[in-house]
């Protein structure tokens, strides 16, 4: 048995570089190219590979040492038949600083953004030195990290996920650090209180809620649209076999207003299931969210196929979801599938706020109690009734101008040009 040295090769560019990983343990069994240490320049990351085959005797530089060419990298114990053989090998094919500088280049193509895709099955190394650089980035142990490629070779997707994990976990410890505190002290220690059960259907939109607000980036758009001549026309609608006043609620209006404009805004009728996939779906239906409030708690039916119903057929059907949901008779499918919610606070008081998205749909949009206001129109001041709205949008897909674009529409739709049109 005799030892050799493996020095740092020739590595061109590469002088006075920091070693970011040594690959190998004192004792372990190396093979010919077996990875040994991954250097980074300001340019790249290259893995080092042996020039021989035998058992790690010693190592001789740690991660953080400064190397160049000649530098020992560690000294490797060779069976002397062996050694000639490989000698004899290395000769015979090629020149060892040939062999090294194609695996630096063969290193610099895999990790060029054009070629992210490695082919090379045989390699041992668990991480390619760009996912090993990405992890670095992100203060991420790699080792503990599992692979999902062959042999458990560690991708960015890997790194990405374990980020993820960690982070909802700790999230989760941050949630139950934050329950504990304001369990401290019992309520009852100052003074008389009643504990009562929350109702079911709190409990169950709850998650749904966290859910929406802890991943969708939410920006909410605020604004007013002069009604006063729909109002006029709502008012002044009746039935003509008993001339009696027709009651059709203002939500009916809203809702054909909010539907001619998602025609014209198709991303606002969408959804998108992972950012990452960069997939986004667009609806071809107008299923339209309507938030009811019930003895229970908030309920969200669909209103389905809107596009295709008069305001008179819209108003029985609202009338019918709404009892159906404070009876508790509304079909849980019912709750699924929507396009676009309305939450409506008219009936209640209230201008603007911020509602939360209805997830997966991408925009909510708030309605306020509408208000005789002074206009400045027609350079006079004059009477108008004007309605608040609360656009809230997923800053992800929606960015603030479509929002603003998407309000006038809407604000045009329930406008006095399109009052008659609404009611078709």
């Known amino acids: 048995m005799s030892t050799k040295d493996i020095k740092v090769p020739n590595i061109g560019e590469f002088k006075d570089v920091e070693v970011i990983e040594v690959l190998i343990k004192k004792g372990q069994e190396i093979k010919k190219n077996d990875p040994l240490i991954t250097i980074e320049s300001d340019k790249s990351s290259v893995e080092i590979p042996s020039t021989f085959e035998g058992i790690v005797k010693a190592i001789n530089l740690k991660i953080g040492d400064k190397v160049s060419e000649g530098d020992k990298i560690l000294e490797v114990e060779i069976n002397e038949d062996s050694k000639k053989e490989q000698e004899t090998k290395l000769v015979k094919e090629e020149n060892p600083k040939k062999i090294i500088l194609d695996k630096i280049s063969e290193t610099k193509r895999a990790i060029d953004p054009q070629n992210l895709i490695n082919n090379d099955t045989s390699s041992v190394t668990l991480a390619s030195p760009k996912a090993r650089k990405f992890a670095r980035e992100l203060g991420v142990d790699i080792q503990k990290v599992m692979g999902s490629e062959r042999k458990g070779r560690v991708v960015e997707s890997d790194i990405k996920l374990f980020v993820s994990s960690y982070s909802n976990k700790k999230t989760e410890n941050k949630i139950k650090e934050q329950e504990k505190i304001k369990q401290e002290y019992s309520h009852s ?55 009696e006043k027709k009651k059709i609620t203002p939500l009916a209006f809203i809702i054909k207003a909010l539907t001619a404009s998602l025609k014209k805004f198709p991303t606002f009728n969408s959804s998108i299931d992972e950012i990452e996939d960069g997939k986004m779906t667009i609806k071809k239906y107008y299923h339209i969210g309507i938030a009811v409030d019930t003895p229970h708690g908030l309920m969200v039916p669909k209103l389905r196929n809107a596009n295709n119903k008069n305001i008179s057929l819209i108003g029985k059907e609202l009338k019918k979801l709404s009892e159906q949901c404070k009876n508790l008779k509304i079909d849980k499918k019912e709750l699924f599938g929507g396009s676009m919610t309305i939450t409506s606070l008219g009936g209640i008081g209230g201008s ?69 049109k609404l009611a078709v």
């Open 189 to 243: 220690e100052f003074g008389e209180v009643e504990v009562k059960d929350i109702p079911r259907v709190k409990r169950l939109s709850s998650k749904y809620l966290i859910n929406s607000w802890s991943n969708i980036p939410h920006v909410t758009n605020h604004d007013e649209a002069d009604i006063t001549e729909l109002e006029e026309f709502r008012t002044s609608l009746t039935d003509i076999y008993t001339g």
């Open 352 to 420: 603007f706020f911020t509602p939360i998205i209805n997830y997966p749909e991408v925009a909510i949009l708030g309605v306020g109690k509408s208000e005789k206001k002074q206009i400045y129109l027609d350079d006079k001041f004059v009477t108008r009734t004007m309605l608040p709205l609360s656009l809230s949008y997923d800053h992800r897909i929606i960015d603030g101008a479509e929002a603003a674009r998407f309000n006038n529409d809407l604000k045009e739709n329930l406008g006095k040009n399109f009052a008659y």
